[in-house]
């Protein structure tokens, strides 16, 4: 097991005992540990440079007190950055639209959009006390179809049905007119996904994001994707007008870097992780913690 960031600082250290701060000849040494713990952990390239750049800038001239020595004050610095990076503007599910409230769930295929539509159905269900409706515009699998109607039942939520041959846009429009006419505060739609980022998908998506306005349009991405959520994350970011991202397979041995680059690239908060394959694996995002994974 590789050791940690604070086990490799430490080593580095030794020789800069009694310094009262961190200056520029050590933290060079310092901040390539720091760049190796983030390219373990998955983080993208860029958003390593970028991040790190801002960390020596906050760490320069820091001043080691008491116990600490300047291993243990980087390592501090860049708990915080990355927990303040990650945490930014992390809000509940915004609902405050005319009911039915809509979210959109956009993402590849396999990363976890169905699964993690009927997890939110749930805790809105239990949560924010909400009657919820779900729909699959994703015509291009009825498997994806009768999945959603499985994991919405085990959720406790509705499902409006849909099938193979009819248009995203019109299952779109026929499942917000049943929400209205039965008093649904909430419709979440499921859409298709591709295993690659394809422009078919992207007109489609945009088409359904135009037609349905929806107060939240969801970024699900697996964190097991690593350096490749960056071009997925792009990708989304400028077709869609992102709110929030759920970030899935937590539970997997990934440091989840994927986290900081796809926060990073995109602007949007990261508002759920996803724990397990079970309806109830979902938790709300926890950045300082998460923090702490990624690092090591
Ligand atoms: P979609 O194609 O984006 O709709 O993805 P699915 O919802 O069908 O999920 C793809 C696979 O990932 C399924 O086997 C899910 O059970 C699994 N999955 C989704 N979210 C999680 C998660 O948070 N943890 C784990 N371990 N598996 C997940």
Redesign the pocket.
């Known amino acids: 097991m590789a050791s940690t960031l604070t086990d490799r600082l430490s080593r580095l250290v030794k020789t800069m005992r009694g310094q009262a701060r961190i200056t520029e000849s050590n933290v060079q040494d310092m901040l390539r540990e720091v760049r190796m713990a983030l390219l373990e952990a998955d983080v993208a390239l860029p958003v390593v440079r970028d991040f790190i750049a801002r960390v020596k800038e906050k760490a320069l001239g820091q001043e080691v007190v008491g116990s600490l020595n300047p291993g243990q004050v980087l390592v501090s610095v860049v708990h915080k950055e990355l927990a303040a990076t990650m945490g930014a503007g992390v809000a509940d599910l915004n609902l405050a639209a005319q009911p039915p409230a809509i979210i959109l769930m956009a993402?590849?295929?396999?990363?976890?959009?169905?699964?993690?539509t009927a997890k939110l159905a749930k805790h809105l269900i239990e949560r924010r006390k909400k009657k919820v409706l779900t729909v699959s515009a994703d015509v291009y699998r009825p498997a994806?179809i009768e999945?959603l109607k499985t994991v919405t039942r085990q959720a406790g939520a509705e499902w409006f049905p849909s099938a193979p041959d009819q248009k995203p846009h019109d299952i779109a429009l026929a499942a917000l007119d049943h929400a209205r006419r039965h008093f649904f505060d909430v419709l979440l739609v499921?859409t298709a996904?591709r295993l690659a980022i394809d422009e078919a998908l992207m007109a489609e998506i945009r088409d359904l994001h135009a037609t349905l306005n929806p107060i939240e349009t969801l970024f699900?991405v697996d964190a097991m994707q690593g350096q490749d959520a960056v071009n997925t994350a792009k990708a989304f970011k400028e077709a869609l007008p992102l709110t929030g991202i759920v970030l899935?397979?937590?539970?997997?041995d990934s440091r989840g870097g994927a986290a900081l680059s796809v926060r990073q690239i995109t602007g949007a908060p990261i508002k759920f992780a996803?724990?397990?394959?079970k309806i109830d694996?979902l938790e709300v995002f926890d950045a300082d913690r998460h923090a702490g994974r990624v690092l090591g």
């Not at 996803?274 to 394959?277: A, D, H, I, R, T």
């Open positions: 993402g590849l295929q396999g990363a976890g959009k169905t699964t993690t994806a999945q499921d996904g699900v899935t397979k937590l539970d997997g996803g724990v397990s394959e694996g």
